[in-house]
């Protein structure tokens, strides 16, 4: 079979990608030359125009699995919209309106009201694939995909819970599982000697209620130690100088 040529620059891509040792993910489809080619993984579930557009069929998770294929389903990046929609006050929050520059403000809200039936048609199909996808043993990081709402990837984990998933295997999802995607097991995603000390200490178990992760009682950086209302008030400064919407 010829390959288009948008296919035969991806392939190339996935080979050179490779024999530099680095993985190489794809953007919501499945074509089936990058499979044979050996693509990594993907992100995105729900818009994909694909067999796993409405509902995952068999054969995509037969696909995924005998391929070795991780994927970062993002629900929340589909469900933030019509979240933001039905509640736009979430934008005023204590632990979103520090983060939020006019531009990410702008980005929450720029889409019409009409946009809140497919946007909550993608995250119904997107938890649905990854209910599907986390019972086949299919390997799911957590990703958000949405850079206006700064607490985005522990809604993804609440996400993923609700998908199937245990708390202690979301966790693994944006740590553990997550560093083994990107190729940084060595440095990141376990708490090991000799790896960077990015941590966060909570205030309640993560594992009796996922939700716990947002309670943050201090924010450890390359082993530097934040008090997360330090981080607010510095967030807040650099939006108030942040350039406006275009």
């Known amino acids: 079979m010829r390959l288009p040529v948008n296919w035969r620059s991806a392939v190339a891509v996935i080979e050179a990608a490779h024999a530099a040792g680095l993985p190489v993910s794809s953007h919501i489809a499945y074509p089936l030359p990058l499979i044979a080619a050996g693509i990594d993984g993907k992100e995105h579930m729900g818009q994909a125009g694909e067999r796993s557009d409405d509902t995952i069929y068999d054969d995509i998770l037969q696909l995924s699995s005998r391929a070795n294929l991780w994927v970062v389903p993002t629900i929340i990046g589909f469900s933030a919209t019509v979240r933001v929609m039905d509640e736009p006050g979430l934008l005023d929050h204590p632990d979103t309106a520090p983060f939020l520059t006019p531009f990410l403000r702008w980005w929450a809200q720029r889409l019409p009201a009409s946009s809140r039936t497919p946007y909550a048609r993608f995250a119904a199909t997107a938890r649905e694939s990854a209910r599907k996808l986390i019972a086949a043993g299919i390997v799911v990081g957590a990703g ?29 999802a944006a740590t553990s599982v997550a560093a083994r995607i990107i190729g940084a097991e060595q440095e990141i995603g376990t708490i090991e000697p000799g790896k960077l000390a990015d941590l966060i200490v909570l205030n309640a178990d993560p594992l009796e209620n996922i939700g716990n992760t947002r309670s943050i009682w201090r924010v450890i950086k390359g082993g530097e130690i934040y008090d997360p209302e330090v981080v607010r008030d510095a967030a807040k400064q650099i939006v108030t100088q942040a350039p406006s919407t275009p």
Request: hydrophobic share 50%; no cysteine; glycine share 4%.
């Open 144 to 172: 958000a995909d949405t850079p206006y709402l700064p607490w985005a990837l522990h809604a993804e984990l609440e996400e993923l819970v609700k998908a199937g998933m245990s708390p202690s295997q979301a966790i693994a």
